[in-house]
């Protein structure tokens, strides 16, 4: 995961979670909230964190997805995850997870990103069920942190399952 | 089987291409009677090289067979066999086989392929037994469609008594019977090349935004602005330069064109000369590839249905030998593709009575179509029945097939004709830089991208009569020009959300100081309203994410020049689908 120079005008540095052993990257995640629930991914579909700024609507795409951004001289499209799952709460500092999918970059707009923690294999129950707006098939399982337990899901597969253009 | 010996069947794949193209040539240049020994060896060479290569990588019946076709060809290097007709025919054959031989394999590395018929006329070739093959003996020397500048080929059509025409050669299309010297070249992933045209695009544009603050005085130093105006020079030089990486001859399409006629016309028994003109033009790679197809089915219709039969040609005492001209031109920012017949021309009743019996064409509006119009429908879906598709022009590719791929490319492809005398397709291709000039426009607040290309015009419609007339909208009258009023507020922003208004909110306010930007297509014009041109800007066009592909009227991103994304319209895309064809 990288941090990102500022660009003219837009999209500014935001706080990156401290720089990591690349060794140890698979066990770290980022934690993020969509509304009143705490989520979290893994750090290596993350590949950088921006500030919400100059969004510029697309036409003839579903409302959660917003629009696009200038990523370093790159166009790419952002989703609102919140929005697309239907999920309300309290909207925090909303950042742009910068994600690479099967499609190609997208960034996702969540509500608010608390922390990277690290989990060990040990501390995900894989299996256990989750009462969850998010399908079973993005999800990695339950991770069980000191003194809360967060949903690990696939945020990557998660914003590349949909044809975001009305039909 | 190993990853390498996997990437390794790939690299031969991908090289044994270019040895078929190479050999393709040499056997043309044999066929217009090129029977040189350089010729010869080149063409030994090609199949020699084949037969060990494809061995190194498994592909061991492919080896089998290039070892056959090498045979003959050492056969014919020593001298030892004598050149007939039915030789000829079995070289062309033998490569046809080779090219299917690869594209099977290129599909599938298991492909095998049976080429037992093959084989065995070879081994009748080679061992001096008379031809089996029907085809070879139909093979008559004067039925030869090959470049028009070989003048040794200018014996075999006064023997056979064909009237008057002598070959004219063709201004520029010299063919090499020297061996071609290896090419020195690397071959580079074009995702590469696309990475640094992009780079290159971005300095330019920003190089650009510099020099205008030079322009403005806010140098203070007269060395910075000798330096800056020197780096500018530098800076298009490389835009020059990259550009040019993408760019390749066109004289491979031209070959595979050359061979299309002189396959059809040898099919058909016509006599066919076909001109090139043009044939050291460069191309963009996409452009080459893509227009492939689309050619080959225009030159093999010209053969087919646009040149008569010799009885025919004779009896309006037309030269027995008819020309297909091929040009190919670069006219600023275009290419100009034209493919011109001497044949019996578009016959306009023929064409709509057609086009009434496919229900393409209502019966009483058929007197009122402008020739332009009746021959544009030629381009329709539907105009030519499955049972029309021949061998020669079939194989699934008909005009509008070759219209949308045209299209596709942004380019443009007219037809003119002159009944008896003959017919001129015209393609337009715009060569795709990445970089363009765009008008900056105003809608609803947001800033978009118009390519300059694209506007005819712009104006404020407060100084034209505009009014709505029922059933078709609203209507402005340029100059006598009347022509659709589109808002583009409401085509973009309404499929935006909350943010959208309702078209009686956008459109009629008196006092309207709204732009037009008129873009023209089809022969049709049309405007687009917009609230305020902004100004110009040179950008780089940006691919939008898959997620975005095929929007209407968006079909690229930029940057603007206060580091806002930016969507380009595609203005001749939203006509399009306002106005698709009426007939």
Redesign the interface.
């Known amino acids: 995961m990288q941090h990102n120079e500022p660009?003219?005008?837009?999209v500014t540095g935001a706080a990156a979670p401290p720089s990591s052993d690349s060794a140890d990257e698979s066990h770290r995640y980022l934690m993020f909230s969509l509304g009143a629930e705490l989520y979290a991914c893994s750090l290596t579909q993350v590949r950088e964190v921006i500030k919400v700024a100059?969004?510029?609507?697309?036409?003839?795409?579903v409302?959660h997805?917003k629009?696009?951004?200038?990523l370093r001289?790159?166009?790419?499209?952002v989703v609102d995850l919140s929005q697309k799952l239907n999920l309300k709460g309290p909207q925090g500092q909303r950042l742009i997870l910068v994600t690479e999918t099967t499609?190609?970059?997208?960034g996702v707009i969540v509500d608010d990103v608390a922390s990277v923690e690290e989990i060990l294999p040990e501390q995900i129950a894989k299996d256990a069920a989750a009462e969850s707006k998010i399908a079973p098939q993005f999800f990695e399982g339950i991770g069980k942190l000191k003194d809360r337990l967060v949903h690990i899901v696939r945020l990557a597969d998660i914003v590349a399952d949909e044809?975001?253009?009305?039909a | 089987m190993s990853n390498e010996m996997i990437e390794l069947q790939k690299i031969f794949l991908e090289e044994a291409q270019d040895l078929l193209v190479k050999a393709e040539e040499g056997i043309m240049a044999f066929d217009a009677g090129d029977h040189s020994e350089n010729r010869i060896n080149d063409i030994f060479r090609v199949a020699h090289s084949f037969k060990g290569s494809a061995k190194s990588v498994g592909f061991n019946d492919l080896s089998a067979f290039s070892h056959k076709f090498e045979d003959l060809l050492s056969r014919l290097k020593s001298r030892s066999l004598e050149i007939t007709p039915a030789v000829t025919a079995i070289l062309f054959k033998g490569l046809d086989t080779l090219k299917e031989f690869v594209a099977g394999l290129t599909a599938d590395t298991a492909f095998t392929m049976d080429v037992m018929s093959i084989l065995a006329e070879i081994a009748d070739i080679l061992e001096g037994r008379p031809a089996s093959d029907p085809h070879a003996a139909a093979t008559q020397p004067h039925t030869s469609g090959g470049s028009s500048s070989h003048v040794e080929g200018l014996h075999l059509f006064e023997e056979e008594g064909l009237p008057g025409r002598s070959r004219r050669p063709a201004s520029k299309t010299v063919p090499e019977s020297t061996a071609s010297p290896q090419s020195d070249a690397i071959r580079v992933a074009t995702s590469k090349l696309d990475a640094l045209l992009n780079t290159v695009g971005e300095l330019v544009v920003n190089y650009n935004m510099l020099m205008e603050h030079r322009a403005l005085g806010t140098v203070s130093s007269e060395h910075a602005m000798h330096t800056m105006g020197y780096t500018l020079s530098i800076v298009k030089e490389l835009q020059d330069h990259a550009t040019s990486l993408r760019m390749v001859p066109v004289k491979p399409l031209v070959q595979k064109l050359q061979r299309a006629v002189r396959d059809v016309s040898t099919h058909l028994s016509r006599p066919v000369q076909f001109d090139v003109i043009g044939d050291h033009v460069e191309l963009e790679k996409t452009v080459l590839e893509k227009m492939t197809d689309p050619l080959t089915h225009i030159v093999r219709n010209a053969v087919d249905h646009g040149i008569e039969p010799p009885e025919q040609r004779a009896a309006a005492h037309k030269d027995g030998l008819a020309i297909v001209r091929l040009e190919i031109q670069q006219r600023d920012d275009q290419v100009e593709i034209v493919v011109e017949d001497d044949g019996g021309g578009l016959d306009r009743d023929k064409i709509l009575a057609k086009a009434i019996k496919q229900g393409l064409v209502k019966p009483e509006r058929a007197e009122a179509l402008a020739d332009s119009e009746v021959f544009a429908l030629l381009f329709l879906p539907g105009f030519s029945t499955k049972a029309e598709v021949t061998e020669i022009s079939g194989r699934g590719v008909g005009l509008d097939v070759v219209k949308r791929a045209i299209e596709e490319l942004k380019g443009s492809i007219t037809v003119s004709s002159t009944l008896g005398k003959g017919s001129r397709f015209k393609i337009l291709l715009p060569q795709s830089f990445s970089i363009v000039a765009g008008m900056v426009v105003l809608i609803e607040g947001r800033r978009y991208i118009v390519p300059v290309s694209q506007l005819e015009e712009a104006l404020e419609y407060r100084h034209y009569q505009s009014e709505t007339v029922t059933g078709v909208g609203r209507v402005v009258n340029v100059r006598g020009t009347v022509m659709p009023v589109y808002s583009l507020s409401e085509i973009l922003h309404k499929k935006l959300g909350p943010r959208s208004l309702s078209s009686a909110a956008t459109s009629h306010s008196p006092n309207d100081r709204r732009t037009g930007l008129i873009t023209a297509h089809e022969g049709r014009k049309v405007s687009f309203e917009v609230d305020e041109i902004l100004g110009q800007q040179q950008v780089v066009l940006k691919k939008l994410g898959r997620e975005m592909e095929d929007l209407p009227g968006v079909t690229a991103g930029a940057i603007l020049a206060n580091g806002e994304p930016g969507l380009v319209l595609d203005l001749v895309d939203l006509a399009r689908r306002k106005q698709p064809h009426a007939a």
């Open positions: 660009t003219a005008g837009t100059s969004i510029k609507p697309v036409p003839y795409m409302p997805f629009g696009v951004i200038n001289g790159k166009i790419i499209g499609q190609g970059l997208l044809d975001y253009r009305v």
